[in-house]
């Protein structure tokens, strides 16, 4: 499984961005996808996921009301939508997927992309 990630950025607090994950590979089983993310010195933290067939969602606490995922069934692409963004954001942002065959929460990590840096200045 290939993972694409983009749409990472410097942002002010309150401001959006919406970050894209392409999937690809023909291991890729279409379970579910997520979004992961690792502020310096910190760990690696689970931020949402969506499981591929029903569309249902799962979000950490600290990103509730704030950030929507969805996914493109037909780019096999995931989605997240981040809004009202504060400093406490400022992650690297991994999408995720994992390799068995059934949606777990949280996300069963097994696939990685290669992250993308979201910064929220204050």
């Known amino acids: 499984v290939q993972l694409q990630a983009s749409g990472g950025g410097l942002v002010q607090a309150g401001d959006s961005l919406r970050l894209s994950c392409a999937a690809s590979?023909?291991?890729?089983?279409?379970?579910?996808l997520g979004w992961f993310r690792q502020a310096p010195g910190k760990e690696r933290e689970f931020v949402a996921s969506i499981e591929w067939s029903t569309g249902s969602t799962d979000y950490a606490d600290s990103v509730k009301g704030r950030f929507t995922i969805s996914r493109d069934n037909a780019k096999d692409t995931v989605y997240l939508q981040m809004t009202n963004l504060k400093p406490e954001d400022t992650a690297v942002y991994f999408c995720a997927a994992p390799s068995v065959g059934y949606y777990t929460r949280p996300l069963r990590a097994d696939y990685w992309g290669q992250g993308t840096q979201v910064t929220v200045s204050s």
């Open positions: 590979g023909r291991t890729f089983r279409r379970v579910a």
